[in-house]
């Protein structure tokens, strides 16, 4: 079974440009959550979607959006991206119910100059 | 407010040896938890999990323990090979909340 893929693997922005960050899940997996994941701050949870439905949301800006679609691939976007953002973006999926292990992809590293 | 942590951020051991990484909760009504390694220019992948209604479990040279009455978490690594040089992180889940509180991560070096 394909693992979750994320597109692209690296991007490079300029401050207040926009970027939209791919992610498909595990075949069968209707959960998707997002992390950033930055030397300072570690990992850090950023939403999660389900059934194209925000079900959680971390404590980032509003800059920082995401969606799922009904194939349960989601994409985050972040706007008017400032040097802070430049950070390793995972996605992970999951079953979504009950206990289920979140399995990762291997990010969009996003510099932002 | 919640947080997860690890009290060394690096551990150094010989090939063959045995490794335990340790890792605090703080949050007491965190009902499930994992275990993943993380190597360099990838994500975090998961070793292993267990429920807070268990208190050990193996898998393939690996063993969690969790001890609820502390809030301590460790893995433990039988045998430890060059291949498990990486990052370890922790991390907890609230089923309520839906979403992982990981730990700052320890990194593992194995020398020969």
């Known amino acids: 079974k394909a693992g979750v893929t994320q597109t692209p693997r690296y991007l490079i922005k300029t401050r207040g440009q926009q970027v939209t960050l791919s992610c498909s899940p595990i075949s069968g997996h209707r959960s998707v959550s997002w992390y950033q994941q930055t030397p300072g701050q570690g990992l850090q949870f950023l939403f999660e979607?389900?059934?194209?439905?925000?079900?959680n949301k971390g404590n980032f800006p509003g800059r920082f959006s995401g969606r799922q679609f009904s194939n349960s691939r989601s994409e985050m976007n972040v706007s008017t991206l400032e040097l802070g953002d430049s950070a390793l973006y995972l996605c992970a999926s999951s079953l979504g119910q009950g206990n289920s292990p979140l399995h990762f992809g291997n990010g969009t590293r996003l510099t932002v100059t | 407010g919640e947080s997860v942590g690890l009290h060394l951020p690096t551990l150094s051991v010989q090939e063959g040896d045995n490794s335990i990484i340790n890792c605090a909760y703080s949050n007491s009504a965190s009902d499930y938890f994992i275990w993943y390694k993380q190597e360099s220019g990838k994500g975090p992948q998961f070793i292993i999990d267990?429920?807070?209604?268990?208190d050990k479990r193996q898998g393939q040279r690996v063993t969690v323990l969790l001890n609820k009455t502390v809030k301590h978490l460790s893995l433990q690594i039988a045998a430890t090979q060059p291949g498990d040089s990486a990052v370890y992180f922790c991390a907890d889940y609230t089923g309520t909340a839906s979403k992982l509180t990981f730990g700052t991560g320890t990194r593992l070096q194995v020398t020969l």
């Open positions: 979607y389900f059934s194209e439905t925000q079900r």
């Open positions: 267990i429920r807070s209604n268990m």
